[in-house]
Structures are given as structure tokens and as C-alpha cells.
């Protein structure tokens, strides 16, 4: 078998009950009446996986994603259509499965070991490993009762991988860790578990762009888009932006209208439909006498909040003066989550000079530049506008601080916060006198 997975027509369904009552009637009506309403959590589900694939599989919160990895692993049965799987899986669906509180780590080991049909000898041989990748020292002799979430995740992946699985299943469990844990658990499938089957359910959107070969998005128990990760994770985050905006009911139809029209969406100027947002009183700075009125981001020409190195940004504002001034300057900054200024920039810093502007007349401007190879993780922009001809000696109008929140994909490894090109690189050996 080529595939190590393969759905057909997947659908799973609940009957949904008004009252705890109605189930009764139901069962007892002499006239076979129906008191419960139909739900689908998944409809027609069809894909395969590859062995020695990743693929990744994303969607909102109650899209599905957590019924159709029980599916794939057994945990409940499928109402309609066929799952064919071929290889032994490892799933970490839900913190907690196949642990007994009141054991402790140790014992917990052996107890998972026997139930995936391990003698004790086997499974003393893999304690060593199990223990190091765990890496919760002495907790290991408590109860896991007493564990944190983070702990029970570390011995929960430690244990999963040492049955060396030929297909594995992560839902979610690893985002409780904490982030080098994460870091070290995302390495150590992607350098160590090449030819393992993998599927992984998460919202760290950098771990699927890293990892994932092939991404699907589920949407209300359906697959809407599948392909390459980069490409779903944009349709994945206007998904959520049109969601904001235009309500959970015609989110779906618009990314398909998206898709189809594809076009540059500097219409409706201002408007919260097309990701404007207003500058809210409580983040504005400054003498205020010219003000950023309100302001987006696009990316490559879409409104969306996910951004990896070399996209091109567009930062557009809307600038309403309260006076006239002869000469002004725009600059934005962009700050990583705990404040600290990573990368910046001013039309006086680029030599760019700004015609003045007149008491009423409102504004529109707009900055672009390409997306620098900055570590992943959660950036925030920070826009001002100032008056004068010096960057050191000005007056500050206006300051909007964190006000659009992106968050950065990196496609390689960062060893530091930013990288930067090496322009010339030379080695020679030296000759002995």
C-alpha cells in the first residue's frame, strides 16, 4: 500500500437532543417521530497521505480537525464512508489519555508500554530515553496528578515516540509546553522521524510552514482548500479576517470569492471591511495637532496577518491635519511582543520629503518595502507622524503605538533576531615558513 492513509467519503454525525427527554421519546415514539436534529461534524471527507508524508491540517476551533484525527485512530467510528490506514500509529490527541492520575511518571511509562503490548523488559530498555527526552528530573517519582500541563505533554511526546510509530498523530498537546520543549519536540520529528507518516493538528502557523509537506483546510466539517502550506495558511488567515468582519456565515464564500478575483483592495478607503482600523484614543501620542486617523497592513496585496521574509508590505494611513504645516514626517516601527524595537524606518530617513499639508485637507500616504528576514513570532506596528526637517530635533504630531498585530513565518533557521547577508566570504590555506 502506497498510502498510510486513505479516506473515502468520510462523514461523521451526531444526533442532537433538546431536552435529555427527548431521547427517551425518541426511542419509546409508536410512531418512529425524530426529537433530535442532525449535526454533521464531518461530511465527505476524502484524502490520502502518502508514508513518510507531513501533512498538516488547520481550520477554526470546532471545524472538525480533533473528530477527524479520532476518526483516523479509532476513537469513534465513522458514520458514513471508509478510513484505510497502514502502519502502527502513535496519536497525542488529548493530554491525560492512557495515564492514571494517581501513578507516577515511572509507572506511567510501563503502564502505556503494556498497553501497546510491551513487556516490562522492552519497555525498561527505552526508560533511559524516555527519561532524557522527558527531561522533568525528579518529578518522575511524583503522581502525574501533580504534573503541570507543560510536564504532562513532555512525558506524554516522550513516551509516543519511543514506540517508534510508523504513523503519528499530534493534536494540539505540544502548545502547552513550553517553547524550547516545543522547539525541540518540532526538531526532533522533522531530523529523526523523516520516514514516519505524520499529521499534525495546530495553530502555530510557523510549525506547519516549517514542517508540513501538503496542508488542508477544514471549514464547518468540509475541506476547502488543500495544497502547499504557505498558500493554505494565507487562504487559512483571510478565512479568519473575513470572519471578523463580515460574520462566520459568509466567510467561507468570500475567501472562494478571493481566490477568484484576486485583485488590488485599496478600495473603500477607510472602511473596517477592507482591514482598516481607527486609531483608538487610548493608543494615541503626541502634540496631535496632525493625526493618523486610521491605518492597514497588506501583504502582497491581501489583507491578512501572517508574513514571511521577501512578501512585499504596504502600510496606508489616512492623515487628517488639524493645522497647516510646511513639512512632515511618517515612520513606523515594528516591535516584537515584549516591546523591544526589532527593525524601523522614516520618510526622512530614506531622504523622502513630504510637501506640506493644510488644515482640513485630509491625507492618504502609503509605505512599502519588502519583509525583512526577521525570527519568527508576534510583531506589532507602531506609526508617527512628525513635523521638522531633522530626525533628531522635531516635533512628535502623532504616535500609534501597536496598533496592527502580524505575525512572522520563517522559512529557515534563526540563530539571532534578524539575518543579514554575508557579501564576501574567503578562505585559503596558510603556507608554513
Same mark, same amino acid.
Given at each position: 500500500m502506497e498510502n498510510a492513509i486513505e479516506l473515502i467519503g468520510v462523514g461523521k454525525s451526531y444526533n442532537l437532543y433538546d431536552k435529555p427527554q427527548d431521547r427517551i421519546k425518541e426511542i419509546f415514539s409508536l410512531t418512529r417521530k425524530n426529537y433530535h436534529r442532525e449535526y454533521k461534524a464531518l461530511d465527505n471527507i476524502s484524502f490520502s497521505v502518502k508514508k513518510g508524508e507531513t501533512l498538516g491540517i488547520i481550520g477554526r476551533n470546532g471545524a472538525g480537525k480533533s473528530t477527524l484525527l479520532k476518526l483516523i485512530t479509532g476513537v469513534i467510528t465513522p458514520t458514513t464512508g471508509e478510513i484505510h490506514t497502514d502502519g502502527e500509529i502513535s496519536a497525542l490527541l488529548e493530554l491525560g489519555t492512557g495515564f492514571n492520575p494517581e501513578y507516577t511518571g515511572y509507572e506511567n511509562i510501563f503502564l502505556n508500554g503494556s498497553m501497546r503490548g510491551f513487556s516490562d523488559e522492552e519497555m525498561q530498555g527505552k526508560l533511559k530515553e524516555i527519561i532524557d527526552f522527558a527531561d522533568i528530573g525528579e518529578y518522575m517519582g511524583q503522581p502525574v496528578k501533580t504534573y503541570s500541563s507543560g510536564m504532562f505533554a513532555r512525558l506524554a511526546f516522550a513516551v509516543m515516540i519511543s514506540f517508534k510509530p510508523e504513523i503519528l498523530i499530534v493534536d494540539e498537546a505540544l502548545s502547552v509546553g513550553d517553547v524550547f520543549f516545543q522547539q525541540k519536540c518540532n526538531t526532533f520529528m522533522k531530523d529523526e522521524m523523516k520516514g514516519v507518516t505524520k499529521l499534525l493538528v495546530t495553530h502555530d502557523m510557523n510549525s506547519i510552514a516549517n514542517m508540513a509537506d501538503r496542508v488542508i483546510l477544514i471549514e464547518r466539517g468540509k475541506i476547502i482548500k488543500e495544497g502547499k502550506p504557505l498558500e493554505v495558511i494565507?487562504?487559512?488567515?483571510?478565512?479568519?479576517?473575513?470572519?471578523?468582519?463580515?460574520?462566520?456565515?459568509?466567510?467561507?464564500?468570500?475567501?472562494?470569492?478571493?481566490?477568484?478575483?484576486?485583485?488590488?483592495?485599496?478600495?473603500?478607503?477607510?472602511?473596517?471591511?477592507?482591514?482598516? $482600523?481607527?486609531?483608538? *484614543?487610548?493608543?494615541?501620542?503626541?502634540?496631535?495637532?496632525? =493625526? #493618523? +486617523?486610521?491605518?492597514?497592513?497588506?501583504? /502582497?496585496?491581501?489583507? $491578512?496577518?501572517?508574513? *514571511?521574509?521577501?512578501?512585499?508590505?504596504?502600510?496606508?494611513? =489616512? #492623515? +487628517?491635519?488639524?493645522?497647516?504645516?510646511? /513639512?512632515?514626517?511618517?515612520?513606523?516601527?515594528? *516591535?516584537?511582543?515584549?516591546?523591544?524595537?526589532i527593525f524601523a524606518q522614516s520618510t526622512l530617513g530614506e531622504n523622502i520629503m513630504i510637501e506640506g499639508v493644510k488644515n482640513g485637507e485630509r491625507q492618504y500616504a502609503r509605505i512599502e518595502f519588502d519583509w525583512p528576514e526577521v525570527k519568527e513570532g508576534d510583531y506589532f506596528l507602531t506609526l508617527g507622524i512628525g513635523e521638522g526637517y531633522d530626525q533628531m530635533v522635531h516635533t512628535v504630531q502623532c504616535w500609534v503605538h501597536n496598533i496592527i498585530h502580524l505575525q512572522a513565518i520563517s522559512l529557515k533557521p534563526m540563530h539571532g533576531i534578524i539575518n543579514h547577508n554575508i557579501d564576501k566570504f574567503e578562505i585559503k590555506r596558510i603556507k608554513n615558513e
Amino acid at each position: 500500500m502506497e498510502n498510510a492513509i486513505e479516506l473515502i467519503g468520510v462523514g461523521k454525525s451526531y444526533n442532537l437532543y433538546d431536552k435529555p427527554q427527548d431521547r427517551i421519546k425518541e426511542i419509546f415514539s409508536l410512531t418512529r417521530k425524530n426529537y433530535h436534529r442532525e449535526y454533521k461534524a464531518l461530511d465527505n471527507i476524502s484524502f490520502s497521505v502518502k508514508k513518510g508524508e507531513t501533512l498538516g491540517i488547520i481550520g477554526r476551533n470546532g471545524a472538525g480537525k480533533s473528530t477527524l484525527l479520532k476518526l483516523i485512530t479509532g476513537v469513534i467510528t465513522p458514520t458514513t464512508g471508509e478510513i484505510h490506514t497502514d502502519g502502527e500509529i502513535s496519536a497525542l490527541l488529548e493530554l491525560g489519555t492512557g495515564f492514571n492520575p494517581e501513578y507516577t511518571g515511572y509507572e506511567n511509562i510501563f503502564l502505556n508500554g503494556s498497553m501497546r503490548g510491551f513487556s516490562d523488559e522492552e519497555m525498561q530498555g527505552k526508560l533511559k530515553e524516555i527519561i532524557d527526552f522527558a527531561d522533568i528530573g525528579e518529578y518522575m517519582g511524583q503522581p502525574v496528578k501533580t504534573y503541570s500541563s507543560g510536564m504532562f505533554a513532555r512525558l506524554a511526546f516522550a513516551v509516543m515516540i519511543s514506540f517508534k510509530p510508523e504513523i503519528l498523530i499530534v493534536d494540539e498537546a505540544l502548545s502547552v509546553g513550553d517553547v524550547f520543549f516545543q522547539q525541540k519536540c518540532n526538531t526532533f520529528m522533522k531530523d529523526e522521524m523523516k520516514g514516519v507518516t505524520k499529521l499534525l493538528v495546530t495553530h502555530d502557523m510557523n510549525s506547519i510552514a516549517n514542517m508540513a509537506d501538503r496542508v488542508i483546510l477544514i471549514e464547518r466539517g468540509k475541506i476547502i482548500k488543500e495544497g502547499k502550506p504557505l498558500e493554505v495558511i494565507e487562504d487559512y488567515l483571510k478565512l479568519l479576517h473575513t470572519t471578523i468582519y463580515k460574520g462566520e456565515d459568509s466567510a467561507a464564500e468570500e475567501l472562494e470569492k478571493a481566490e477568484v478575483e484576486n485583485q488590488d483592495t485599496s478600495l473603500n478607503i477607510g472602511s473596517s471591511e477592507d482591514g482598516w $482600523v481607527k486609531s483608538p *484614543k487610548e493608543s494615541i501620542g503626541g502634540a496631535q495637532d496632525i =493625526l #493618523i +486617523d486610521s491605518q492597514r497592513v497588506l501583504i /502582497n496585496k491581501e489583507v $491578512v496577518d501572517v508574513v *514571511k521574509p521577501g512578501d512585499r508590505v504596504r502600510i496606508e494611513l =489616512l #492623515i +487628517d491635519p488639524k493645522k497647516d504645516a510646511d /513639512n512632515i514626517i511618517i515612520g513606523y516601527t515594528f *516591535k516584537d511582543k515584549y516591546g523591544n524595537s526589532i527593525f524601523a524606518q522614516s520618510t526622512l530617513g530614506e531622504n523622502i520629503m513630504i510637501e506640506g499639508v493644510k488644515n482640513g485637507e485630509r491625507q492618504y500616504a502609503r509605505i512599502e518595502f519588502d519583509w525583512p528576514e526577521v525570527k519568527e513570532g508576534d510583531y506589532f506596528l507602531t506609526l508617527g507622524i512628525g513635523e521638522g526637517y531633522d530626525q533628531m530635533v522635531h516635533t512628535v504630531q502623532c504616535w500609534v503605538h501597536n496598533i496592527i498585530h502580524l505575525q512572522a513565518i520563517s522559512l529557515k533557521p534563526m540563530h539571532g533576531i534578524i539575518n543579514h547577508n554575508i557579501d564576501k566570504f574567503e578562505i585559503k590555506r596558510i603556507k608554513n615558513e
